[in-house]
């Protein structure tokens, strides 16, 4: 369900090329995944969830609206 979460790019606020946070953005986004795998997207509300988004500057309604548009997408190829 979620490989598609594997494929979003953090959008950092403030984007760095410093590849120490680069590697803390990835891990960011790899805690996040594994959250929504186990928890489901509503993870990106919880308290937790805000938080590790809050770290690299990511709003939890742009990541969910990207997602569902990604699983969308994904869905529409398979059907094709």
């Known amino acids: ?5 594997r494929n979003v790019q953090p959008e950092v606020a403030e ?3 410093d590849p120490v946070d680069v ?3 990835t891990l960011v986004v790899a805690i ?9 997207m ?3 509300d919880s308290q ?4 590790w988004l809050g770290l690299i500057g ?3 309604e742009v990541i969910k609206t990207r997602l569902l548009h990604r699983m969308h997408n994904t869905e529409l ?3 094709a």
Do not use: F, N
């Open 1 to 5: 369900m979620l490989k598609e979460a």
């Open 15 to 17: 984007e760095s090329h």
């Open 23 to 25: 590697a803390h953005a």
């Open 32 to 40: 996040l995944t594994q959250a929504v795998e186990e928890e489901g």
């Open 42 to 44: 509503g993870y990106l």
């Open 48 to 51: 937790d969830g805000r938080y």
């Open 58 to 60: 990511l709003d939890p």
């Open 77 to 79: 190829q398979e059907v």
